[in-house]
C-alpha cells in the first residue's frame, strides 16, 4: 500500500497571502495524484488531478505541482472560502489511499 | 446535475449487518466505475471498495475484505454496499463517489455521505 503523508497538519495563514502544502508518497505514482477540499459538514471536493490540472471551475489562485513521490498544493492569495481541510490522494494502485490531510486556518 | 444520494447508516451492533445504498442521477451511470470511500470521526478519508462499469471487477481495501460486497443495479443507477460482520473500527462517515472513467480511483463527485456507528 502506497502511504500519504501531507505537511503540515495544520498551517495558519493570513487572507491574501499564500499558502504552500506538500504531500509525499511512499512510492512513485507518475502523475496520478489528486487534491481534495473539503468544508465541515461537506463532501470533498476535487480541485487538481493529474498533479497540475484544475478541475472545471476550479480558481486559477489553486495550482499543483509535483511528480513521482513529492507533490505541492499552492494557493496564491486565500479567500475566505479557501479555509478548509485539503486532501491529496494517489490514484496511481489500488487501495487507492489519502493522506491524513491538512487543515489550512485564518491566521 | 451529477447527484449522489446515500442512504442506510444506522447505529448497528458488533458483529451486525447494514446495506448502505447509493442512488445516482445527472449522468449516464453505467459509464462510470463507482466507489464507497469512509471517513471516521476526526479522521482522513480511506477508500474501501470499488466496481467497475459493468460490475464485472471488485476491488476492497484489506480491513474489509471478506466482509464488504459492492455492487450495483445500472437498470437502476444504484449502488450498494453489503456489510456483514461489522466492527467498532467500521464507525465511519460513508460516501459514494463517482470515478472519471470506467475504471480506477479518480473521484470527481462524491455524495454527502451516509453515518454508519458501531457500537454495543
Known amino acids: 500500500e502506497i502511504v500519504m503523508t501531507q505537511s503540515p497538519a495544520t498551517l495558519s495563514v493570513s487572507p491574501g497571502e499564500r499558502a504552500t502544502l506538500s504531500c509525499r508518497a511512499s512510492?512513485?505514482?507518475?502523475?496520478?495524484l489528486a487534491w481534495y477540499q473539503q468544508k465541515p459538514g461537506q463532501a470533498p471536493r476535487l480541485l487538481i488531478f493529474g498533479a497540475s490540472t484544475r478541475t472545471t471551475g476550479i480558481p486559477a489562485r489553486f495550482s499543483g505541482s509535483g511528480s513521482g513521490t513529492e507533490f505541492t498544493l499552492t494557493i496564491s492569495s486565500l479567500q475566505s472560502e479557501d479555509f478548509a481541510v485539503y486532501s491529496c490522494q494517489q490514484y496511481n494502485n489500488w487501495p487507492y489511499t489519502f493522506g491524513q490531510g491538512t487543515k489550512l486556518e485564518i491566521k | 446535475e451529477v447527484q449522489l444520494v446515500e442512504s442506510g447508516g444506522v447505529v448497528v451492533q458488533p458483529g451486525g449487518s447494514l446495506r448502505l445504498s447509493c442512488a445516482a442521477s445527472?449522468?449516464?451511470?453505467?459509464?462510470?466505475?463507482m466507489h464507497w470511500v469512509r471517513q471516521a470521526p476526526g479522521r482522513g478519508l480511506e477508500w474501501v471498495s470499488l466496481?467497475?462499469?459493468?460490475?464485472?471487477?471488485?476491488y476492497y481495501t484489506d480491513s474489509v475484505k471478506g466482509r464488504f460486497t459492492i455492487s450495483r443495479d445500472n437498470s437502476k443507477n444504484s449502488l450498494s454496499l453489503q456489510m456483514n460482520s461489522l466492527r467498532a473500527e467500521d464507525t465511519a462517515l460513508y460516501y459514494c463517489?463517482?470515478?472519471?472513467?470506467?475504471?480506477?480511483?479518480?473521484?470527481?463527485?462524491w455524495g454527502q455521505g451516509t453515518l454508519v456507528t458501531v457500537s454495543s
Open positions: 445527472g449522468f449516464t451511470f453505467d459509464d462510470y466505475a
Open positions: 512510492q512513485i505514482v507518475g502523475g496520478n
Open positions: 463517489a463517482k470515478a472519471v472513467a470506467a475504471t480506477g480511483g479518480l473521484f470527481d463527485c
Open positions: 466496481i467497475t462499469w459493468d460490475g464485472g471487477s471488485t
